[in-house]
């Protein structure tokens, strides 16, 4: 399993981005995806998840309204898209696939939100 994050960055508070995660070495397709973010000193919190044909969608309460996730199962990709971000945004996020035996983690992308 091999998952890459990118698109992090700089942006000032109310700003957008969009998180990618490029996905290997399973059938993508057939999982479930999440993205979890971990702010300094502070545990690695969910965000997100996307069932596997992106019919459904379920986020945490503290991003709900301003994230979206979304996938591209023939480009093997899973996307986080954060719209009016937050100082309290400012992490780095990850992604994860953790179903039926196939597990893994990306090495993360840092986002930090400031003026």
Do not use: H
Request: glycine share 12%.
């Amino acid at each position: 399993v091999q998952l890459v994050e990118s698109g992090g960055g700089l942006v000032q508070p109310g700003g957008s981005l969009r998180l990618s995660c490029a996905a290997s070495g399973f059938t993508f397709s057939s999982y479930a995806m999440k993205w979890y973010r971990q702010a300094p000193g502070k545990e690695r919190e969910f965000v997100g998840t996307i069932r596997r044909s992106g019919d459904s969608t379920d986020y945490a309460d503290s991003v709900k309204g301003r994230f979206t996730i979304s996938r591209d199962n023939a480009k093997n990709t899973v996307y986080l898209q954060m719209n009016s971000l937050k100082p309290t945004d400012k992490a780095v996020y990850y992604c994860n696939v953790d179903q039926l035996g196939i597990q893994g983690w990306g090495q993360g992308t840092q986002v930090t939100v400031s003026s």
